[in-house]
C-alpha cells in the first residue's frame, strides 16, 4: 500500500474514535496482512474506489459493538438491534469519510461505497493476492482492528 | 467459398511423411503479435467476436471483464497481456477476436489477434518446445508443429487456465533437487573435502544472526570473503560469536552508495547498463528500497536516460519506518552534481521535482504477500535477496521471471548472481542479468 495513504487512515480512526467515545484510544503496532483472516463478530465495510481500488474494513467482536454503540447514542443499548448496526456503520462511515477527506486534499482522488455490516459467529474474510494493512486500536470499550486494502488500478 | 474456408471444411494433413501420417491430433489456430499458436480442439468450445467486457475490479491486468455468452457469464483473459505481448488497445465498441474455451468444468474467454483455421496433424509429429520461439514461458508450450510451411506454437491450455496455486506449489522434489539447497550441498561438499567445516558454521551464524542466506546467489562472494576472512583471523577463532561480528563478516557485502544517494560514478555505470528501451512506458519494480535512497538515484538517472518515456517505479519495503520517510526526502546539505538537474528549492532544503516525484510510488508491503504489477521492463532489487528464506528467494527470482517483459532486465547487488535463467549483461560494480528467452 502506498506510504502517502497510511497515515491519513490512522488518524482519522484515531481522531473520530476519541472525539466520538470521549475517552483515551490506543494505537497498536501497524502490520501487514494477507492470509485470510477471522472476523471478531462485527465487520463494517465501506468500499474504494476512483484512482485506485480496495476496501476499508472495521472489526470488532459484538459486546466492544455493544459498548461502542452505546457510548455513541449515550444511553445502554443491550440488544444488537438496528440501532446498534446502524451506529457502527456511521462509524465505519466517518473514518473512512475523513481519511479520504484528507487524501483529497493531499491530491489523491477517491469514492467510497455506502458502508455495509456483516455479523456473525466465526467469520473469515479471504481475498487472498490482496495485502491488507492492520490498524488496531485500543478503546476504553474494547479494540478495533481496521484492515485497509488499497491498491492502485494498473 | 474461399480457398481458405475450402481448407477449413477439409483438415489438413501434416508431418514429414506427408499424407502417410494419421490426423488424430486438431488444433484451432490463431495469431498472437505476429506468431501463429494453436490449441487442441478438444479443449475449445466455440469462437465469438465480441465487445465491451464488463470491467472486474481487483481482477488481475489480464482479465479484461466479464462476457455474457447467451446467458453464461464467463471471464475473459486477454492471452496477449497474459504472455506479456504488445497487444493494440482497441476501441471500446471494435469487436474482438475470441476464443471460447472449455477446460474441465469452467468456460473461458481467450483474446486472440485473429483466429486463423482447423488444423489437422500427427500427434507424432509434434516436437517438443524449442527456447528460440519463446516470447512465452516454456512451462506453457506443449509443442511446436510445421504445417504448411508455418510453425505453429501449441499452447497448453490446461497448465496455463489450472488454478493457479496448484502450479505455484512448491514441488517437494524439484526445490530440493535444485536451486539454493545445491549451492548449499556443493558448498559443503567443498569444505569437508578441503578439511574446513568452519564456513558452513559461518554461514548458519549469518543466517541466524542478520539473516542473511548463503545459496547459489551470494555463493561466489561468500568463498572469496571467507577465505580473506581466514586471513584477517590467522589462527583465531573463524566463527562469528556475536551480532557485531556478523556485521564485520557481511561489510564488504553491500552495493556500493547503499542507504545513500549513488555518487556520479555509480550512477553512470547504472546508465550504461540501462539497455535501450523504445517503449513509450517504462515499468520498474524496486523492491525492498528502504529509505528510498536508490529508487530517487534511479529515477534520476532513467529520466537522463529516457527523457521522453513515462516512467513509473513501483518502490516496496516492509520496514515501516524506513519507507514512511522515503517519499518526502529532503536534503539540507549538498547533493552529487548529477541530481542538481532534478531538484528544487524547497522550504527546508533540496527536494525532487514533481516530475522525478510522480514516477514513483512508495509502497509499505511485504513481497511475500503476493505482487500485484504490469509487466516491467526493470527489477531494481539490491542486497535483498541474500536476506530472505532460500525458498524465498527462489520464489522472488521467478517472480521477477514472470513479471518482466521478454529482454526485461534485474539489477541486483554488486555481490550478488542470479543464475538459471538469467544470462550476465554487466558485472561488476553494477550487476545486470538479462532474462533468458
Not at chain 1, 482522488?109 to 458502508?115: G, I, N, V
Not at chain 2, 536451486?179 to 574446513?196: L, M, Q, R, V
Not at chain 2, 528502504?290 to 520496514?319: F, H, Q
Not at chain 2, 539540507?332 to 542538481?340: A, G, L, M, T
Request: hydrophobic share 45%; proline share 5%; with cysteine.
Amino acid at each position: 500500500m502506498r506510504v502517502e495513504y497510511i497515515n491519513p487512515f490512522v488518524e482519522a480512526a484515531f481522531n473520530v474514535l476519541r472525539e466520538v467515545l470521549q475517552s483515551d484510544v490506543k494505537r497498536g503496532e501497524l502490520y501487514l496482512k494477507s492470509t485470510s483472516m477471522p472476523v471478531m463478530g462485527v465487520a463494517a465495510i465501506v468500499g474504494l474506489a476512483g484512482d485506485v481500488e480496495g476496501r476499508v474494513l472495521f472489526d470488532m467482536d459484538r459486546p466492544t459493538a455493544l459498548k461502542i454503540a452505546s457510548a455513541m447514542n449515550q444511553e445502554e443499548l443491550k440488544d444488537f438491534d438496528d440501532l446498534v448496526k446502524a451506529t457502527i456503520t456511521e462509524l465505519a462511515n466517518m473514518i473512512t469519510a475523513q481519511a479520504v477527506t484528507k487524501l483529497h486534499d493531499l491530491g489523491f482522488r477517491f469514492d467510497l461505497t455506502p458502508p455495509a455490516i456483516f455479523t456473525g459467529e466465526n467469520m473469515e474474510v479471504s481475498n487472498a493476492d490482496v495485502e491488507a494493512l492492520i490498524v488496531p486500536m485500543e478503546t476504553g470499550h474494547g479494540k478495533i482492528e481496521i484492515n485497509v486494502a488499497i491498491r492502485e488500478r494498473a | 467459398m474461399t480457398a481458405q474456408t475450402e481448407r477449413e471444411a477439409k483438415p489438413e494433413v501434416a508431418g514429414p511423411a506427408g499424407k502417410a501420417e494419421k490426423v488424430d491430433f486438431k488444433m484451432v489456430t490463431f495469431s498472437l503479435a505476429g506468431k501463429e499458436y494453436g490449441v487442441d480442439i478438444m479443449s475449445v468450445k466455440e469462437i465469438a467476436k465480441a465487445s465491451r467486457f464488463t470491467y472486474v475490479p481487483n481482477a488481475s491486468t489480464f482479465v479484461r471483464g466479464v462476457y455474457n455468452l447467451r446467458g453464461d457469464i464467463i471471464s475473459v483473459i486477454d492471452l496477449r497481456i497474459f504472455f506479456h505481448l504488445p497487444a493494440e488497445r482497441k476501441e471500446d465498441e471494435a469487436l474482438e477476436s475470441l476464443i471460447i474455451l472449455k477446460i474441465d468444468e469452467h468456460v473461458f474467454g481467450v483474446i486472440v489477434d485473429a483466429i486463423d483455421k482447423v488444423v489437422g496433424i500427427a500427434s507424432s509429429s509434434i516436437q517438443p518446445p524449442h527456447p528460440i520461439f519463446g516470447d512465452i514461458n516454456v512451462k506453457y508450450i506443449k509443442g511446436i508443429i510445421e504445417n504448411g510451411g508455418k510453425l505453429y506454437i501449441i499452447l497448453d491450455v490446461e497448465k496455463i487456465f489450472a488454478p493457479e496455486r496448484a502450479e505455484e506449489a512448491p514441488k517437494p522434489g524439484t526445490l530440493e533437487a535444485r536451486g539454493p539447497a545445491t549451492g548449499i550441498a556443493a558448498a559443503d561438499t567443498e569444505g569437508t573435502s578441503g578439511g574446513d567445516i568452519s564456513a558452513s558454521f559461518v554461514k548458519e551464524t549469518l543466517a541466524a544472526f542478520r539473516g542473511f542466506h548463503v545459496t547459489s546467489l551470494n555463493e561466489t562472494w561468500f568463498r572469496s570473503r571467507f577465505a580473506e576472512w581466514k586471513n584477517e583471523r590467522k589462527d583465531a577463532d573463524l566463527q562469528l560469536r556475536e551480532e557485531s561480528e556478523a556485521d564485520a563478516f557481511l561489510e564488504g557485502f553491500w552495493s556500493p552508495c547503499t542507504g545513500t544517494l549513488w555518487d556520479e560514478g555509480y550512477a553512470a555505470e547504472v546508465e550504461k547498463a540501462l539497455p535501450p528501451i523504445e517503449a513509450k512506458s517504462i515499468n520498474v519494480w524496486n523492491p525492498g528500497c528502504g529509505k528510498g535512497y536508490e529508487t530517487w538515484s534511479l529515477a534520476c538517472v532513467m529520466r537522463k536516460r529516457y527523457p521522453d518515456a513515462r516512467i513509473k517505479i513501483w518502490a516496496n519495503d516492509s520496514d515501516l519506518l524506513a519507507i514512511s520517510m522515503a517519499p518526502n526526502m529532503v536534503f539540507p546539505e549538498s547533493i552529487p552534481d548529477y541530481y542538481i538537474p532534478f531538484t528544487t528549492k524547497g522550504r527546508n532544503g533540496l527536494v525532487f521535482i514533481q516530475a522525478v516525484r510522480d514516477s514513483i510510488f512508495f509502497e509499505f508491503h511485504d513481497v511475500m504477500n503476493g505482487n500485484t504489477l504490469p509487466p516491467l521492463d526493470l527489477v531494481l532489487c539490491r542486497d535483498m535477496l541474500s536476506f530472505v528464506a532460500p525458498i524465498d528467494q527462489r520464489r522472488l527470482m521467478g517472480d521477477f521471471i514472470d513479471k518482466l517483459k521478454p529482454k526485461g532486465m534485474a539489477l541486483c547487488g554488486a555481490n550478488e548472481r542470479l543464475g538459471e535463467g538469467w544470462s550476465a549483461a554487466a558485472t561488476g560494480a553494477v550487476a545486470a542479468f538479462r532474462k533468458d528467452q
